[in-house]
């Protein structure tokens, strides 16, 4: 399973709550991303049924499921990105493009183009692409 960008953006916001200590907040998650808390709701109750979130005590965390997943869009795109630049595109460009199609290319195709781009450790903006 891939996750969307949109879930990835909703991982990503409870992630950074979790990495400072704390489980995350329906209304802190939508402040963060600018939407109702209703909206917020629907969705973190979506991840949470999907596995990639889960309600504790004090809050919302990321399950270990929700961690790879988040590293599985994070490697495509950045596998994507680094053959678009490899291709003549700017980095900018590329990871504005990589977002078009990095949720939606199967993992076996990224890990032929890692493959063929003889298994780059980091994108063409020194960020470090995840292992499998």
């Known amino acids: 399973m891939r996750i969307s960008n949109r879930e990835f953006l909703y991982l990503l916001v409870i992630k950074g709550v979790n990495d ?7 209304f802190g998650v939508a402040k963060a991303l600018g939407v109702s808390t209703a909206s917020a709701y629907e969705e973190i109750n979506h991840l949470i049924r999907k596995g990639l979130a ?31 630049v490899k ?29 063929y781009l003889g298994r780059p450790s980091k994108c063409p903006h020194g960020r470090e692409i995840p292992s499998t």
């Open 87 to 115: 291709a003549g595109i700017d980095p900018d460009k590329a990871c504005e493009l990589a977002k078009m199609f990095d949720e939606t290319l199967p993992e076996e195709v990224v890990e032929k183009l890692y493959e």
């Open 20 to 26: 400072k200590g704390s489980g995350a907040t329906i």
């Open 54 to 84: 889960e309600k504790r005590g004090d809050g919302i965390y990321i399950t270990e499921e929700g961690i790879r997943e988040m590293n599985s869009l994070i490697r495509a795109h950045r596998v994507i990105e680094t053959l678009l």
